[in-house]
């Protein structure tokens, strides 16, 4: 029998479209453009397919994950940006979804100002990878393919 290929959605949430000019020290060099290529190359091999998602206003996200909810997505990567230390409404909205999310940051917010180090989602998200700069995504994503074979 032919095996459906499963769906990753990977969303970026504000300024993340300003990468590669967005404080590159901190957040490197890359475009999230270049991100997103390299990512899609890594996912063919996998069997994997990879819908990509940036948006700079809240309530987009929320309605991003609405839509996700009623497709059989198999994974989330997201990036919420700014968002992860303020948003409840991002927080309710995962609490939807049943397949395994990485919470991703670039950065080490741990490392960075005291309110980047709460984050509204790290407990209920399936783990977070930040501090590894772009390579956190392909970390990400190798995460979730493993366990959606695993399951
Ligand atoms: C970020 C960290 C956040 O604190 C910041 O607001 C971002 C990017 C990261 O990828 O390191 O926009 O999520």
Same mark, same amino acid.
């Given at each position: 029998m032919k095996q459906k290929v499963k769906k990753i959605q990977v969303i970026n949430g504000p300024n993340l479209n300003m990468l590669g000019k967005r404080e590159p020290q901190i957040? +490197?060099?890359?475009?999230l453009n270049q991100i997103n290529t390299d990512l899609a190359q890594q996912a063919k091999p996998l069997g994997l397919e990879l819908g990509f998602f940036q948006s700079n206003h809240e309530g987009e996200i929320v309605d991003k994950i609405h839509e996700i909810f009623n497709e059989n997505i198999a994974g989330v990567i997201i990036n919420? +940006? *700014? #968002?992860?230390?303020?948003s409840i409404a991002l927080r309710d909205a995962l609490l939807l979804l049943s397949c395994p999310i990485v919470e991703l940051h670039l950065s080490n917010i741990y490392k960075?100002? *005291? #309110?980047?180090?709460?984050?509204?989602?790290a407990d209920i998200v399936t783990g977070q990878i930040t +501090? #590894? +700069?772009?390579?956190g995504y392909q970390m990400a994503l190798n995460a979730v393919a493993n366990m959606i074979n695993e399951s």
């Open positions: 957040y +490197g060099s890359l475009t919420p +940006g *700014a #968002f992860t230390h303020t960075r100002e *005291a #309110f980047r180090h709460k984050s509204m989602l +501090g #590894f +700069g772009h390579y």
